[in-house]
């Protein structure tokens, strides 16, 4: 069966981002997998994004059950891989301000005002600095600027 959209101006085929929460909803609620890969598509490329954020309203009122509890786990697992994607991003940044600035570990460290091991951690990724910490560490200026 086809999923059809009734009393709104959008079509399963348009861009998920475009339809309006109706059209979402009866989506969810009388489509098949096939009708929800655009869904899932678009939640795990924006996350935070409208759609997400559409189906997480849904989920507020919508009965617990089977596919209301797709579309959860869909969002929580999407949000969850954006986040070591970002914590990956932020480590790699580290790293980058590390090795740019000709220094050791431990000075860079004393430099920008945190421990040795404390920065070993942000730059593992196993901890994520602080935006103020952050900005330190990408303006730390090189050895070879004194």
Do not use: C
Not at 78 to 96: D, F, G, I, T
Not at 112 to 132: K, Q
């Amino acid at each position: 069966m086809t999923l059809t959209f009734r009393n709104v101006d959008a079509s399963p085929s348009d861009p998920v981002a475009t339809w309006p929460y109706e059209a979402l909803v009866t989506a969810i609620e009388r489509g098949f997998v096939q009708d929800w890969k655009p869904i899932f598509e678009n939640v795990s490329a924006e996350p935070w994004g409208n759609v997400a954020r559409s189906i997480e309203k849904y989920l507020s009122y919508s009965e617990s059950g089977g596919v209301p509890t797709l579309f959860s786990l869909a969002v929580e697992i999407s949000r969850k891989n954006l986040e070591l994607r970002e914590k990956e991003e932020v480590a790699r940044r580290v790293r980058e301000a590390i090795a740019g600035s000709g220094l050791t570990a431990a000075e860079f460290a004393t430099r920008v005002g945190t421990s040795a091991s404390r920065l070993s951690t942000y730059a593992t990724g196993t901890v994520t600095p602080s935006a103020h910490m952050l900005l330190r560490i990408e303006a730390s200026p090189s050895s070879k600027a004194e």
